[in-house]
């Protein structure tokens, strides 16, 4: 048994060439793999094939790219969050959508398998049955389990095609519930009839499918688990996967650094989630510290690695065609609830709890055509500082985030001030906190340039501004 094996460490993709040598002597500890945040392309590129080249076996090289490879790396493309994606092709012709989703899956593989990625941490498989979900809403396919289930499936089935290995999550279902379990342990207070007939059916489908991985997530679900541990470290939640529902790939904790694990020590939830039967552990915060209290708490503990046998990355993908691709299909996701009528003389007010620097593309187009706006942030509306005789255009910009769960109340807070004087909202982001708003709404599913370059486009074709 060699304890690293269990390890996903965290890689820090601006830092490759700098902590180079202590990634690389976790590769000849025998670490499993790294999971990838930030970096630029051919930097990591270059230093993921060194760690590769130095490895004895195929690395697990994981990271979050539910929206792409732009997602985590600069230089890669980014397209629209799994809820844009549904808005984009759900009600598009069954055979055209499916072709666009298969094109879609197969740019994010080419684009990952260039880089050296050669395991997803997607489909999100959760079901967003609640509208006051603070972290997954978005990253949601939708609020059904048939609709999660279609995407979440073409997804397995193409990157599986394409030589990369699918992680479904967050078994047993994220989606109903209003905690953020990078805080706290959220608590799903159902039945297993209901869980069965909601939250598992994505799971199911992913499981038949051929999904390759399953990320358990920090979640209490009593009706799995009586003891109300929390999944990630249940042996009861984890023989329902394995032994109910069939599946025989590898079971990955989410992070060990989330508030979901708040109740116990990083090195207690690691054992406690080995002993349960989980395959790998997710994000440890010290691996050489994890791996001694492995190696001396579970001696005898074997490591379960699948035949990995990644293809060598691909020549250059066309990422010109790429990000044209993901143009369109951000211009397509764009929705509109309530009667749309054109704006004579807009005046902006933004309200937004993203950096700055985020939210720039969009406020300076609006102020070159149409003039200053006002940026809040108090829920109190400085009334004398809105022109008379304008338009009012309130622009919204809130991504789903880790730790932001307290926006809610302040937005709440500003739409009971101001809502019956808006002409129309525009949601950059999460569209549930737009939720129950009488006025015109036009929807994004995400504050990035691409949503706010396809949002301007939109309002021309549309000659909303006048």
């Not at 130095?54 to 990271?63: F, K, M, R, T, V």
């Not at 959760?126 to 978005?138: F, G, L, Y």
């Not at 990644?310 to 299909?329: A, I, K, T, V």
Request: with cysteine; glycine share 8%; proline share 6%.
């Amino acid at each position: 048994m060699n304890p690293y094996g269990f390890l996903i460490p965290r890689l820090d993709g601006d830092k490759i060439d700098e902590r180079f040598e202590y990634y690389a002597d976790l590769v000849r500890k025998g670490i499993a793999g790294f999971i990838v945040f930030g970096g630029d392309l051919e930097p990591l590129r270059k230093g993921i094939k060194r760690l590769q080249d130095i490895s004895g076996y195929p690395l697990i090289i994981a990271s979050d790219l539910e929206s792409g490879l732009g997602q985590q790396v600069r230089g890669g493309t980014l397209f629209p969050p799994s809820m844009g994606i549904a808005s984009a092709l759900k009600d598009m012709e069954d055979l055209k959508g499916d072709t666009y989703l298969k094109r879609l899956y197969s740019t994010i593989a080419s684009e990952a398998h260039y880089v050296g990625i050669n395991t997803i941490l997607a489909p999100v498989l959760d079901v967003n049955s609640n509208p006051e979900n603070p972290i997954i809403a978005t990253r949601s396919f939708g609020e059904d389990p048939q609709t999660v289930s279609q995407f979440g499936v073409s997804m397995i089935r193409v990157f599986k095609e394409c030589g990369i290995i699918s992680c479904g999550k967050h078994f047993p279902g994220h989606g109903d519930t209003d905690r953020d379990s990078h805080q706290e342990l959220p608590v799903i207070n159902k039945t297993l009839k209901d869980l069965e007939e909601n939250e598992l059916l994505p799971f199911k489908s992913a499981i038949a499918a051929g999904v390759d991985m399953i990320m358990i997530g920090h979640l209490c679900v009593p009706c799995l688990d009586p003891g109300k541990r929390p999944a990630t470290l249940s042996e009861k939640v984890v023989g329902y996967l394995r032994d109910v529902l069939g599946f025989k790939g590898l079971i990955i904790t989410d992070a060990m650094n989330m508030g979901g694990l708040s109740g116990y020590s990083e090195e207690v939830a690691s054992l406690m989630a080995l002993r349960a039967g989980v395959d790998l552990i997710l994000h440890p915060s010290d691996p050489d510290r994890i791996a001694g209290v492995i190696k001396s708490g579970l001696p005898d503990l074997r490591n379960r690695r699948l035949e990995l046998r990644f293809p060598d990355p691909e020549n250059s993908p066309d990422f010109g065609s790429n990000r044209r691709f993901s143009e369109e299909l951000f211009y397509r996701a764009i929705r509109s609830d309530g009667n749309l009528k054109a704006i004579e003389n807009p005046f902006m007010i933004v309200l937004s709890d993203e950096p700055p620097e985020r939210v720039r593309y969009f406020l300076d187009w609006f102020e070159s055509n149409y003039g200053k706006y006002l940026l809040l942030s108090e829920p109190q509306i400085p009334w004398h500082e809105i022109p008379e005789k304008r338009g009012i255009v309130v622009s919204v910009f809130s991504d789903v985030g880790a730790w932001k769960i307290n926006r809610y109340r302040y937005f709440k807070e500003l739409f009971n001030n101001i809502y019956k004087k808006v002409d129309v909202f525009i949601s950059f982001g999460n569209p549930y906190v737009l939720r129950g708003m009488s006025s015109s709404v036009i929807f994004t599913y995400s504050t990035s340039r691409e949503a706010q370059s396809a949002m301007i486009d939109y309002i021309k074709d549309k000659r909303l501004f006048l």
